[in-house]
Structure formats: C-alpha cells, structure tokens
C-alpha cells in the first residue's frame, strides 16, 4: 500500500492539525465516606460531607487516609498543597494517591490486583515530598472524581489545602442541553457530552484512564456525536490522517494507535479496519473535505481487499487463527461473528460506493457495487432464514442481537424485516445480547434505520438512565444492567468509566 514516504506525508499533515490544549481548575468540593449499601452500584455509597470544615479539622498522621470528590468527572493533573502540623518536618512525606472514576477504584485501592490488563493502569501512584509546606502537582494524566490520600509515613502530622485537577482537554466547557428535553434526557445527553469532551485530547483517545489511545471503531462513534455537537472536524481529519500514517506492514489500517512519544500502529483488528471506508465517507460528507477522501480513497478501497482472503464465494468463513486475526465486534467470546463480520464487508463496499460518487469515480462506484450486491445476495441465502425471520450465524446457526443488526445495518434486511428479526430476537429466550455499549450503539443504530424512534428511546433511556441513575456522569466502557461486578479485564478497577463508545446517546437525541 501506501510506502513508508506517502505515511510520513500523512503524519505530518496530522501533525498541522494538532489541537491547543486548554486548561483550566477543578476543585475538589466534598469530602466522601464510603458507606456499604447492598442496594447501590458496586455496594457503596458515597457520602459527601464539608470538604473546608474537614480539612481546618484534621491533622493526618501515618495510616490515615481520606477521599474526595470533584464535582465531575474530570481529566488532568492532581494538584493540592501540603503543610506540616507542629514542630518542623524532619523527614520527608511519603503518601500513596489514588484517582479513581468509580468508587470502588480508590475504595479497593489496597487490594491485590489479578486482572488480565497491567495494573498499572491503576491509576496509583506513591510519591515522597521534601520540603514541606508545597504545592504538588502529580506529572501523570488521570481521569477521575475520586481522590484517595494515604499517608503511608508522615512527619508527625500534616495539612492539606487546594485540592484539584489541572483539567486539560480541546474544550472546556459543555453544550447545554436540548431545552425541549426532559430532565432524565438532558442528564443523558450531558453525561454523553462530557465523555467526549473528556476523550478529546490530542486526539480522540478511547478512554482518558485508559487506554489513552485512538482506536478506530471508537474514533467512528465519536465522529458522530461529534458531529451534533463540537464539530471539530480538524480533529477527526487529524485522526484519520494517524491511521493513515501508521499502517501495519501488510497495508492494514490498525486497530489503534499510540500516539505518543511518536505515533505507532497497535494491532490488527479487522472488522475495524472494515470500518475505515465508512469513517471515511462520514466525514468528508460531514465535514465538506474531500481533499482527505481523495488522498486515502485507495487505502479506504484496499482494506476490503485485504479482507477478500476471509471470504469464500461471497460468504465470510473466517477465522483461521484466532489469536492473529482478531474481529472484535463485541466484548463476547462466545459470539459467532459471520454474520456480523458479512454486514461488516458490505457496508464497506456501500460506503466505498457513496465516497466514489462524492468523488466522480463512477466506474468504481459500479465496481463496489456489483461486489456488495453479491455479499448482499449470499448473506441473504445462506444467513437469514425466512421462516422465522432470523438471521443466524455459524455451522451451529447461532441466534444474537449483533447478526440482525449487522444485517440490517449493511442493508441486507429491509426495513421492515429488520424491524420484525429484532422485535423476534427481543422475545428469543437464550439470544446473545449486546454485551458492551459499543454493540448497543449499534442497536440504536439498527432501530434508528428500521424507523422505529419510540422503540429507540425507551431503549436509550432504559439503558444510559440506567447508568445515570446509577452515578455516571460520563458513560462506562462496560456496562450490563444486571451485572455489576462485570469486568472484561477480570478485575472491575480495570473498567474505564469515560469511554468514547459509549458516549453517543447526545448523537440520538440532537441528530
Ligand atoms: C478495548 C477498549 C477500546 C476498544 C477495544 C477493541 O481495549 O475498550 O475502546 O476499541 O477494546
């Protein structure tokens, strides 16, 4: 594909797009207690009391430890002052500090970590102060509002004072809400606001904890919300364009990349890179630039070829080597991803076909859509069944939310089917549900085409509600109503709670 020249050319135009940072204070404004309650998210509560009154009231010597909140959930450098008590401070201060977006991340943050990702993701830290009194400020970026100081040795003891985050991000500020919303909505589309605000650093990063880096198919959803709200296009170009200039060496567009010290690709993750030409039309038709769309129409055009060797005679049949050709879809190992991965390659080719209009390339245009006529025609044949009204992926035939809504996403159901297979698959005992927001997204996505916006709204409501009514105030990367303690990552501190795709609900609400 593109040689190593043409990529360099493609970073240092994303390199022109790189925006300001602003800055800007957050204090700390209560002091919590946790308080055990079977009945809430996680079991605890968090009580707010006086942060000012606790802090005049109270020396801190060794083994002491007190939490407190931020207003909201806020990216950026822990800053706060500390002072010595009595006498003079004869030896350093050593403390452990610990930011957490959820509760139990800094209510836990003595306990054992096990979970399958580095813990040192946790966002934890142990640091020795000098010279007391002194400002601090943390050198790391975290994302949280909860703030945990342990004083693990302390001369004597000591005082704090000025609590807050240097807050950092593209924008600093919210958008109001629609006036015409309800109150539960407006929350919702707030909540949904602010994760992307709080994800919008240099560049769309997928979650600020973690893992602080562009992933595609997250960097499409916040295209979208980005859309109906900041419309900063500059920045999303500037995305693509890091793809772009990050390639993996077969030509693929990657999963993610790792924008710093220097940007770099992560891995294969190919229904993501099936994605790219659909990222790619929304933004020149949303943004007017065709100028992006005609430099990487090619590279748009050679994912799908890259894809061609997982297909046989216009069906996906594959998954070789799971551990090398990773579709992720959803956060679900037991799903069967074919018919998912079929809607995946045909929106591809619709998307291919749509950006070669914008562009005069009609012959190509006919090209795509011959293909995506064929993968249309066998999807139709071998994947739905007409006497239910299902679609069913894999040799077992297996029965998921994320087959009918790939199906009817890539348009290979009607409207109206779509409409009947998920009101079908809404009453089929045993269906894989969407596991993640990110395949709930794409729910929405289905009923928003199918027409059906009540079903949509109760859908949306019940779901992101659920999480506001729950604490959020930025959208959780895993989120399933009835399991609180699920985790992908087998620990739930792992969890990022301000994650990019689960931040469209303003998207639904303002389009
Ligand atoms: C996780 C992150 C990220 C997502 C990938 C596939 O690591 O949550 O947002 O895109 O999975």
Known sequence: MFSRFQQEFFLAKAETLKPQLKRWKVSADAVVTPVKDCTVWQDYRMVKGDLDTFLQNNDFVNGSSFIVSLPETTVGQIAFTIDFCKGYADSPSRLQITC??????????????????????????????????????????????????????????????????????????????????????????????RTLRNCMQHSFEDGPKRDRRLWLGDLRLQAMVNKVTYRRFDIVARCIYLLAGTLLPDGEVCG???????????????????????????????????????????????????????????????????????????????????????????????SLVKLALMLGKVDKAAEFNAKADLLVSVAREKLFNPATGLVESGKDRQLSYASQIWMIISKVLTPQEGRKALQTIENTPGALKPSSPYMFHYLLEAWDICGDKEHLMELLTGYYGGMIKNGADTFWEVY????????????IRMNSACHAWSGTAAYFLRK
């Open 480 to 491: 399933r109503p009835d399991e609180p303690f699920f985790s992908p990552y087998e620990d």
């Open 256 to 350: 993610c990349v790792m924008e710093h010290p220097f940007p770099r690709s992560g891995c294969h993750t190919h229904d993501y890179a099936m994605l790219f030409p659909l990222l790619l039309e929304e933004h020149c038709r949303w943004s007017g630039d065709l100028t992006v769309g005609e430099e990487l129409f090619d590279l748009a055009e050679y994912q799908l070829k890259l894809m061609e060797r997982f297909f046989d005679n216009g069906l996906f049949v594959g998954i070789s080597d799971p551990f090398k050709d990773w579709f992720f879809v959803d956060h679900d190992l037991e799903l069967d991803r074919q018919a998912a991965m079929q809607g995946h390659a045909i929106t591809g080719y619709h």
């Open 100 to 193: 957490g977006e959820l509760p139990r991340e800094v209510i836990d943050a003595g306990l054992p970590y096990n979970g399958t990702l580095n813990g040192s993701w946790l966002q934890t830290e142990v640091i020795t102060i000098d010279d007391l009194p002194c400002q601090v400020i943390l050198p790391r970026r975290y994302s949280g509002k909860y703030i945990r100081f342990d004083m693990l040795n302390v001369p004597g003891s000591v005082k704090f004072s000025d609590i807050h985050i240097i807050a950092c991000g593209v924008e600093d500020s919210l958008l109001p809400p629609p006036e015409n919303l309800p109150e539960l909505l407006k929350k919702i589309d707030q909540a949904s606001i």
